[in-house]
Each structure stands twice: as structure tokens, then as C-alpha cells.
């Protein structure tokens, strides 16, 4: 079965980077989206950053400019380039695939275990 792990988070301080990545083990059909959402303590889950099969790229408001997404085909990989942090980016970020098993069955979201990222004032 398909897995998504995730790695990159850790504790910054404002202003500097980090990169988060997204892997998926195990075969994968189809692909036709991936990207990142984040939870912050006591809030809901929000949407990020997205990318489509075709390469169509779409950021929260309160990331764009700051946050790019990316992906390797070749390594069923997204990332998360993340620049000029700021401390309300403090969350637990999660990747997903939107995926199928096959051409029959339906699209859903595979889920990452989350990585968190901490940044200090």
C-alpha cells in the first residue's frame, strides 16, 4: 500500500528557511494533485499550497510570495520551500496525494503523518 513520509520540519527562527518533503513508497496509478495543508494549535486544518498533474500551482494568501511548491515526478515527491518564516507559521504540516488505486475507483487524499514546524520570535 501507498505511504506518504514526511520530513524537514523542525524549530527556525523568523526569517530564515526550510524545506519540507513528501514521499510516497509503494506504487502509485494515477496522481492528479498534490500539496500541504498545516494545523495550528486550537485551529482548523487549512489549505496551503497546491500543485496539479499539470503543473498548476496555487498558494493561501498568507503564504504567497513566501512559500513555493514543487515536485519530482520521478521520486513521487512534493515539496515545500518555505522562506521568510514568520511565527504564525507555526503548525503541523501535512502532505497529501489526490490519487486513485485504479481507472475505476475513485480520486481521495492520502495523507502524510505530519512534521512539525516551530517558529520562534
Known amino acids: 500500500q501507498v505511504q506518504l513520509v514526511e520530513s524537514g520540519g523542525g524549530l527556525v527562527q523568523a526569517g530564515r528557511s526550510l524545506r519540507l518533503s513528501c514521499a510516497a513508497s509503494?506504487?502509485?496509478?494515477?496522481?492528479?494533485?498534490m500539496g500541504w495543508y498545516r494545523q495550528a494549535p486550537g485551529k482548523q486544518r487549512d489549505l496551503v499550497a497546491t500543485?496539479?498533474?499539470?503543473?498548476?500551482?496555487n498558494y493561501a494568501d498568507s503564504v504567497k510570495g513566501r512559500f513555493t511548491i514543487s515536485r519530482d515526478n520521478a521520486k513521487n515527491t512534493v515539496y515545500l520551500q518555505m522562506d521568510s518564516l514568520k511565527p504564525e507559521d507555526t503548525a503541523v504540516y501535512y502532505c497529501?496525494?489526490?490519487?486513485?488505486?485504479?481507472?475505476?475507483?475513485?480520486?481521495?487524499?492520502?495523507w502524510g503523518q505530519g512534521t512539525l514546524v516551530t517558529v520562534s520570535s
Open positions: 509503494g506504487t502509485i496509478f494515477s496522481i492528479r494533485a
Open positions: 497529501y496525494f489526490d490519487t486513485r488505486a485504479s481507472v475505476i475507483s475513485a480520486y481521495l487524499k492520502l
Open positions: 500543485i496539479t498533474s499539470g503543473g498548476t500551482t
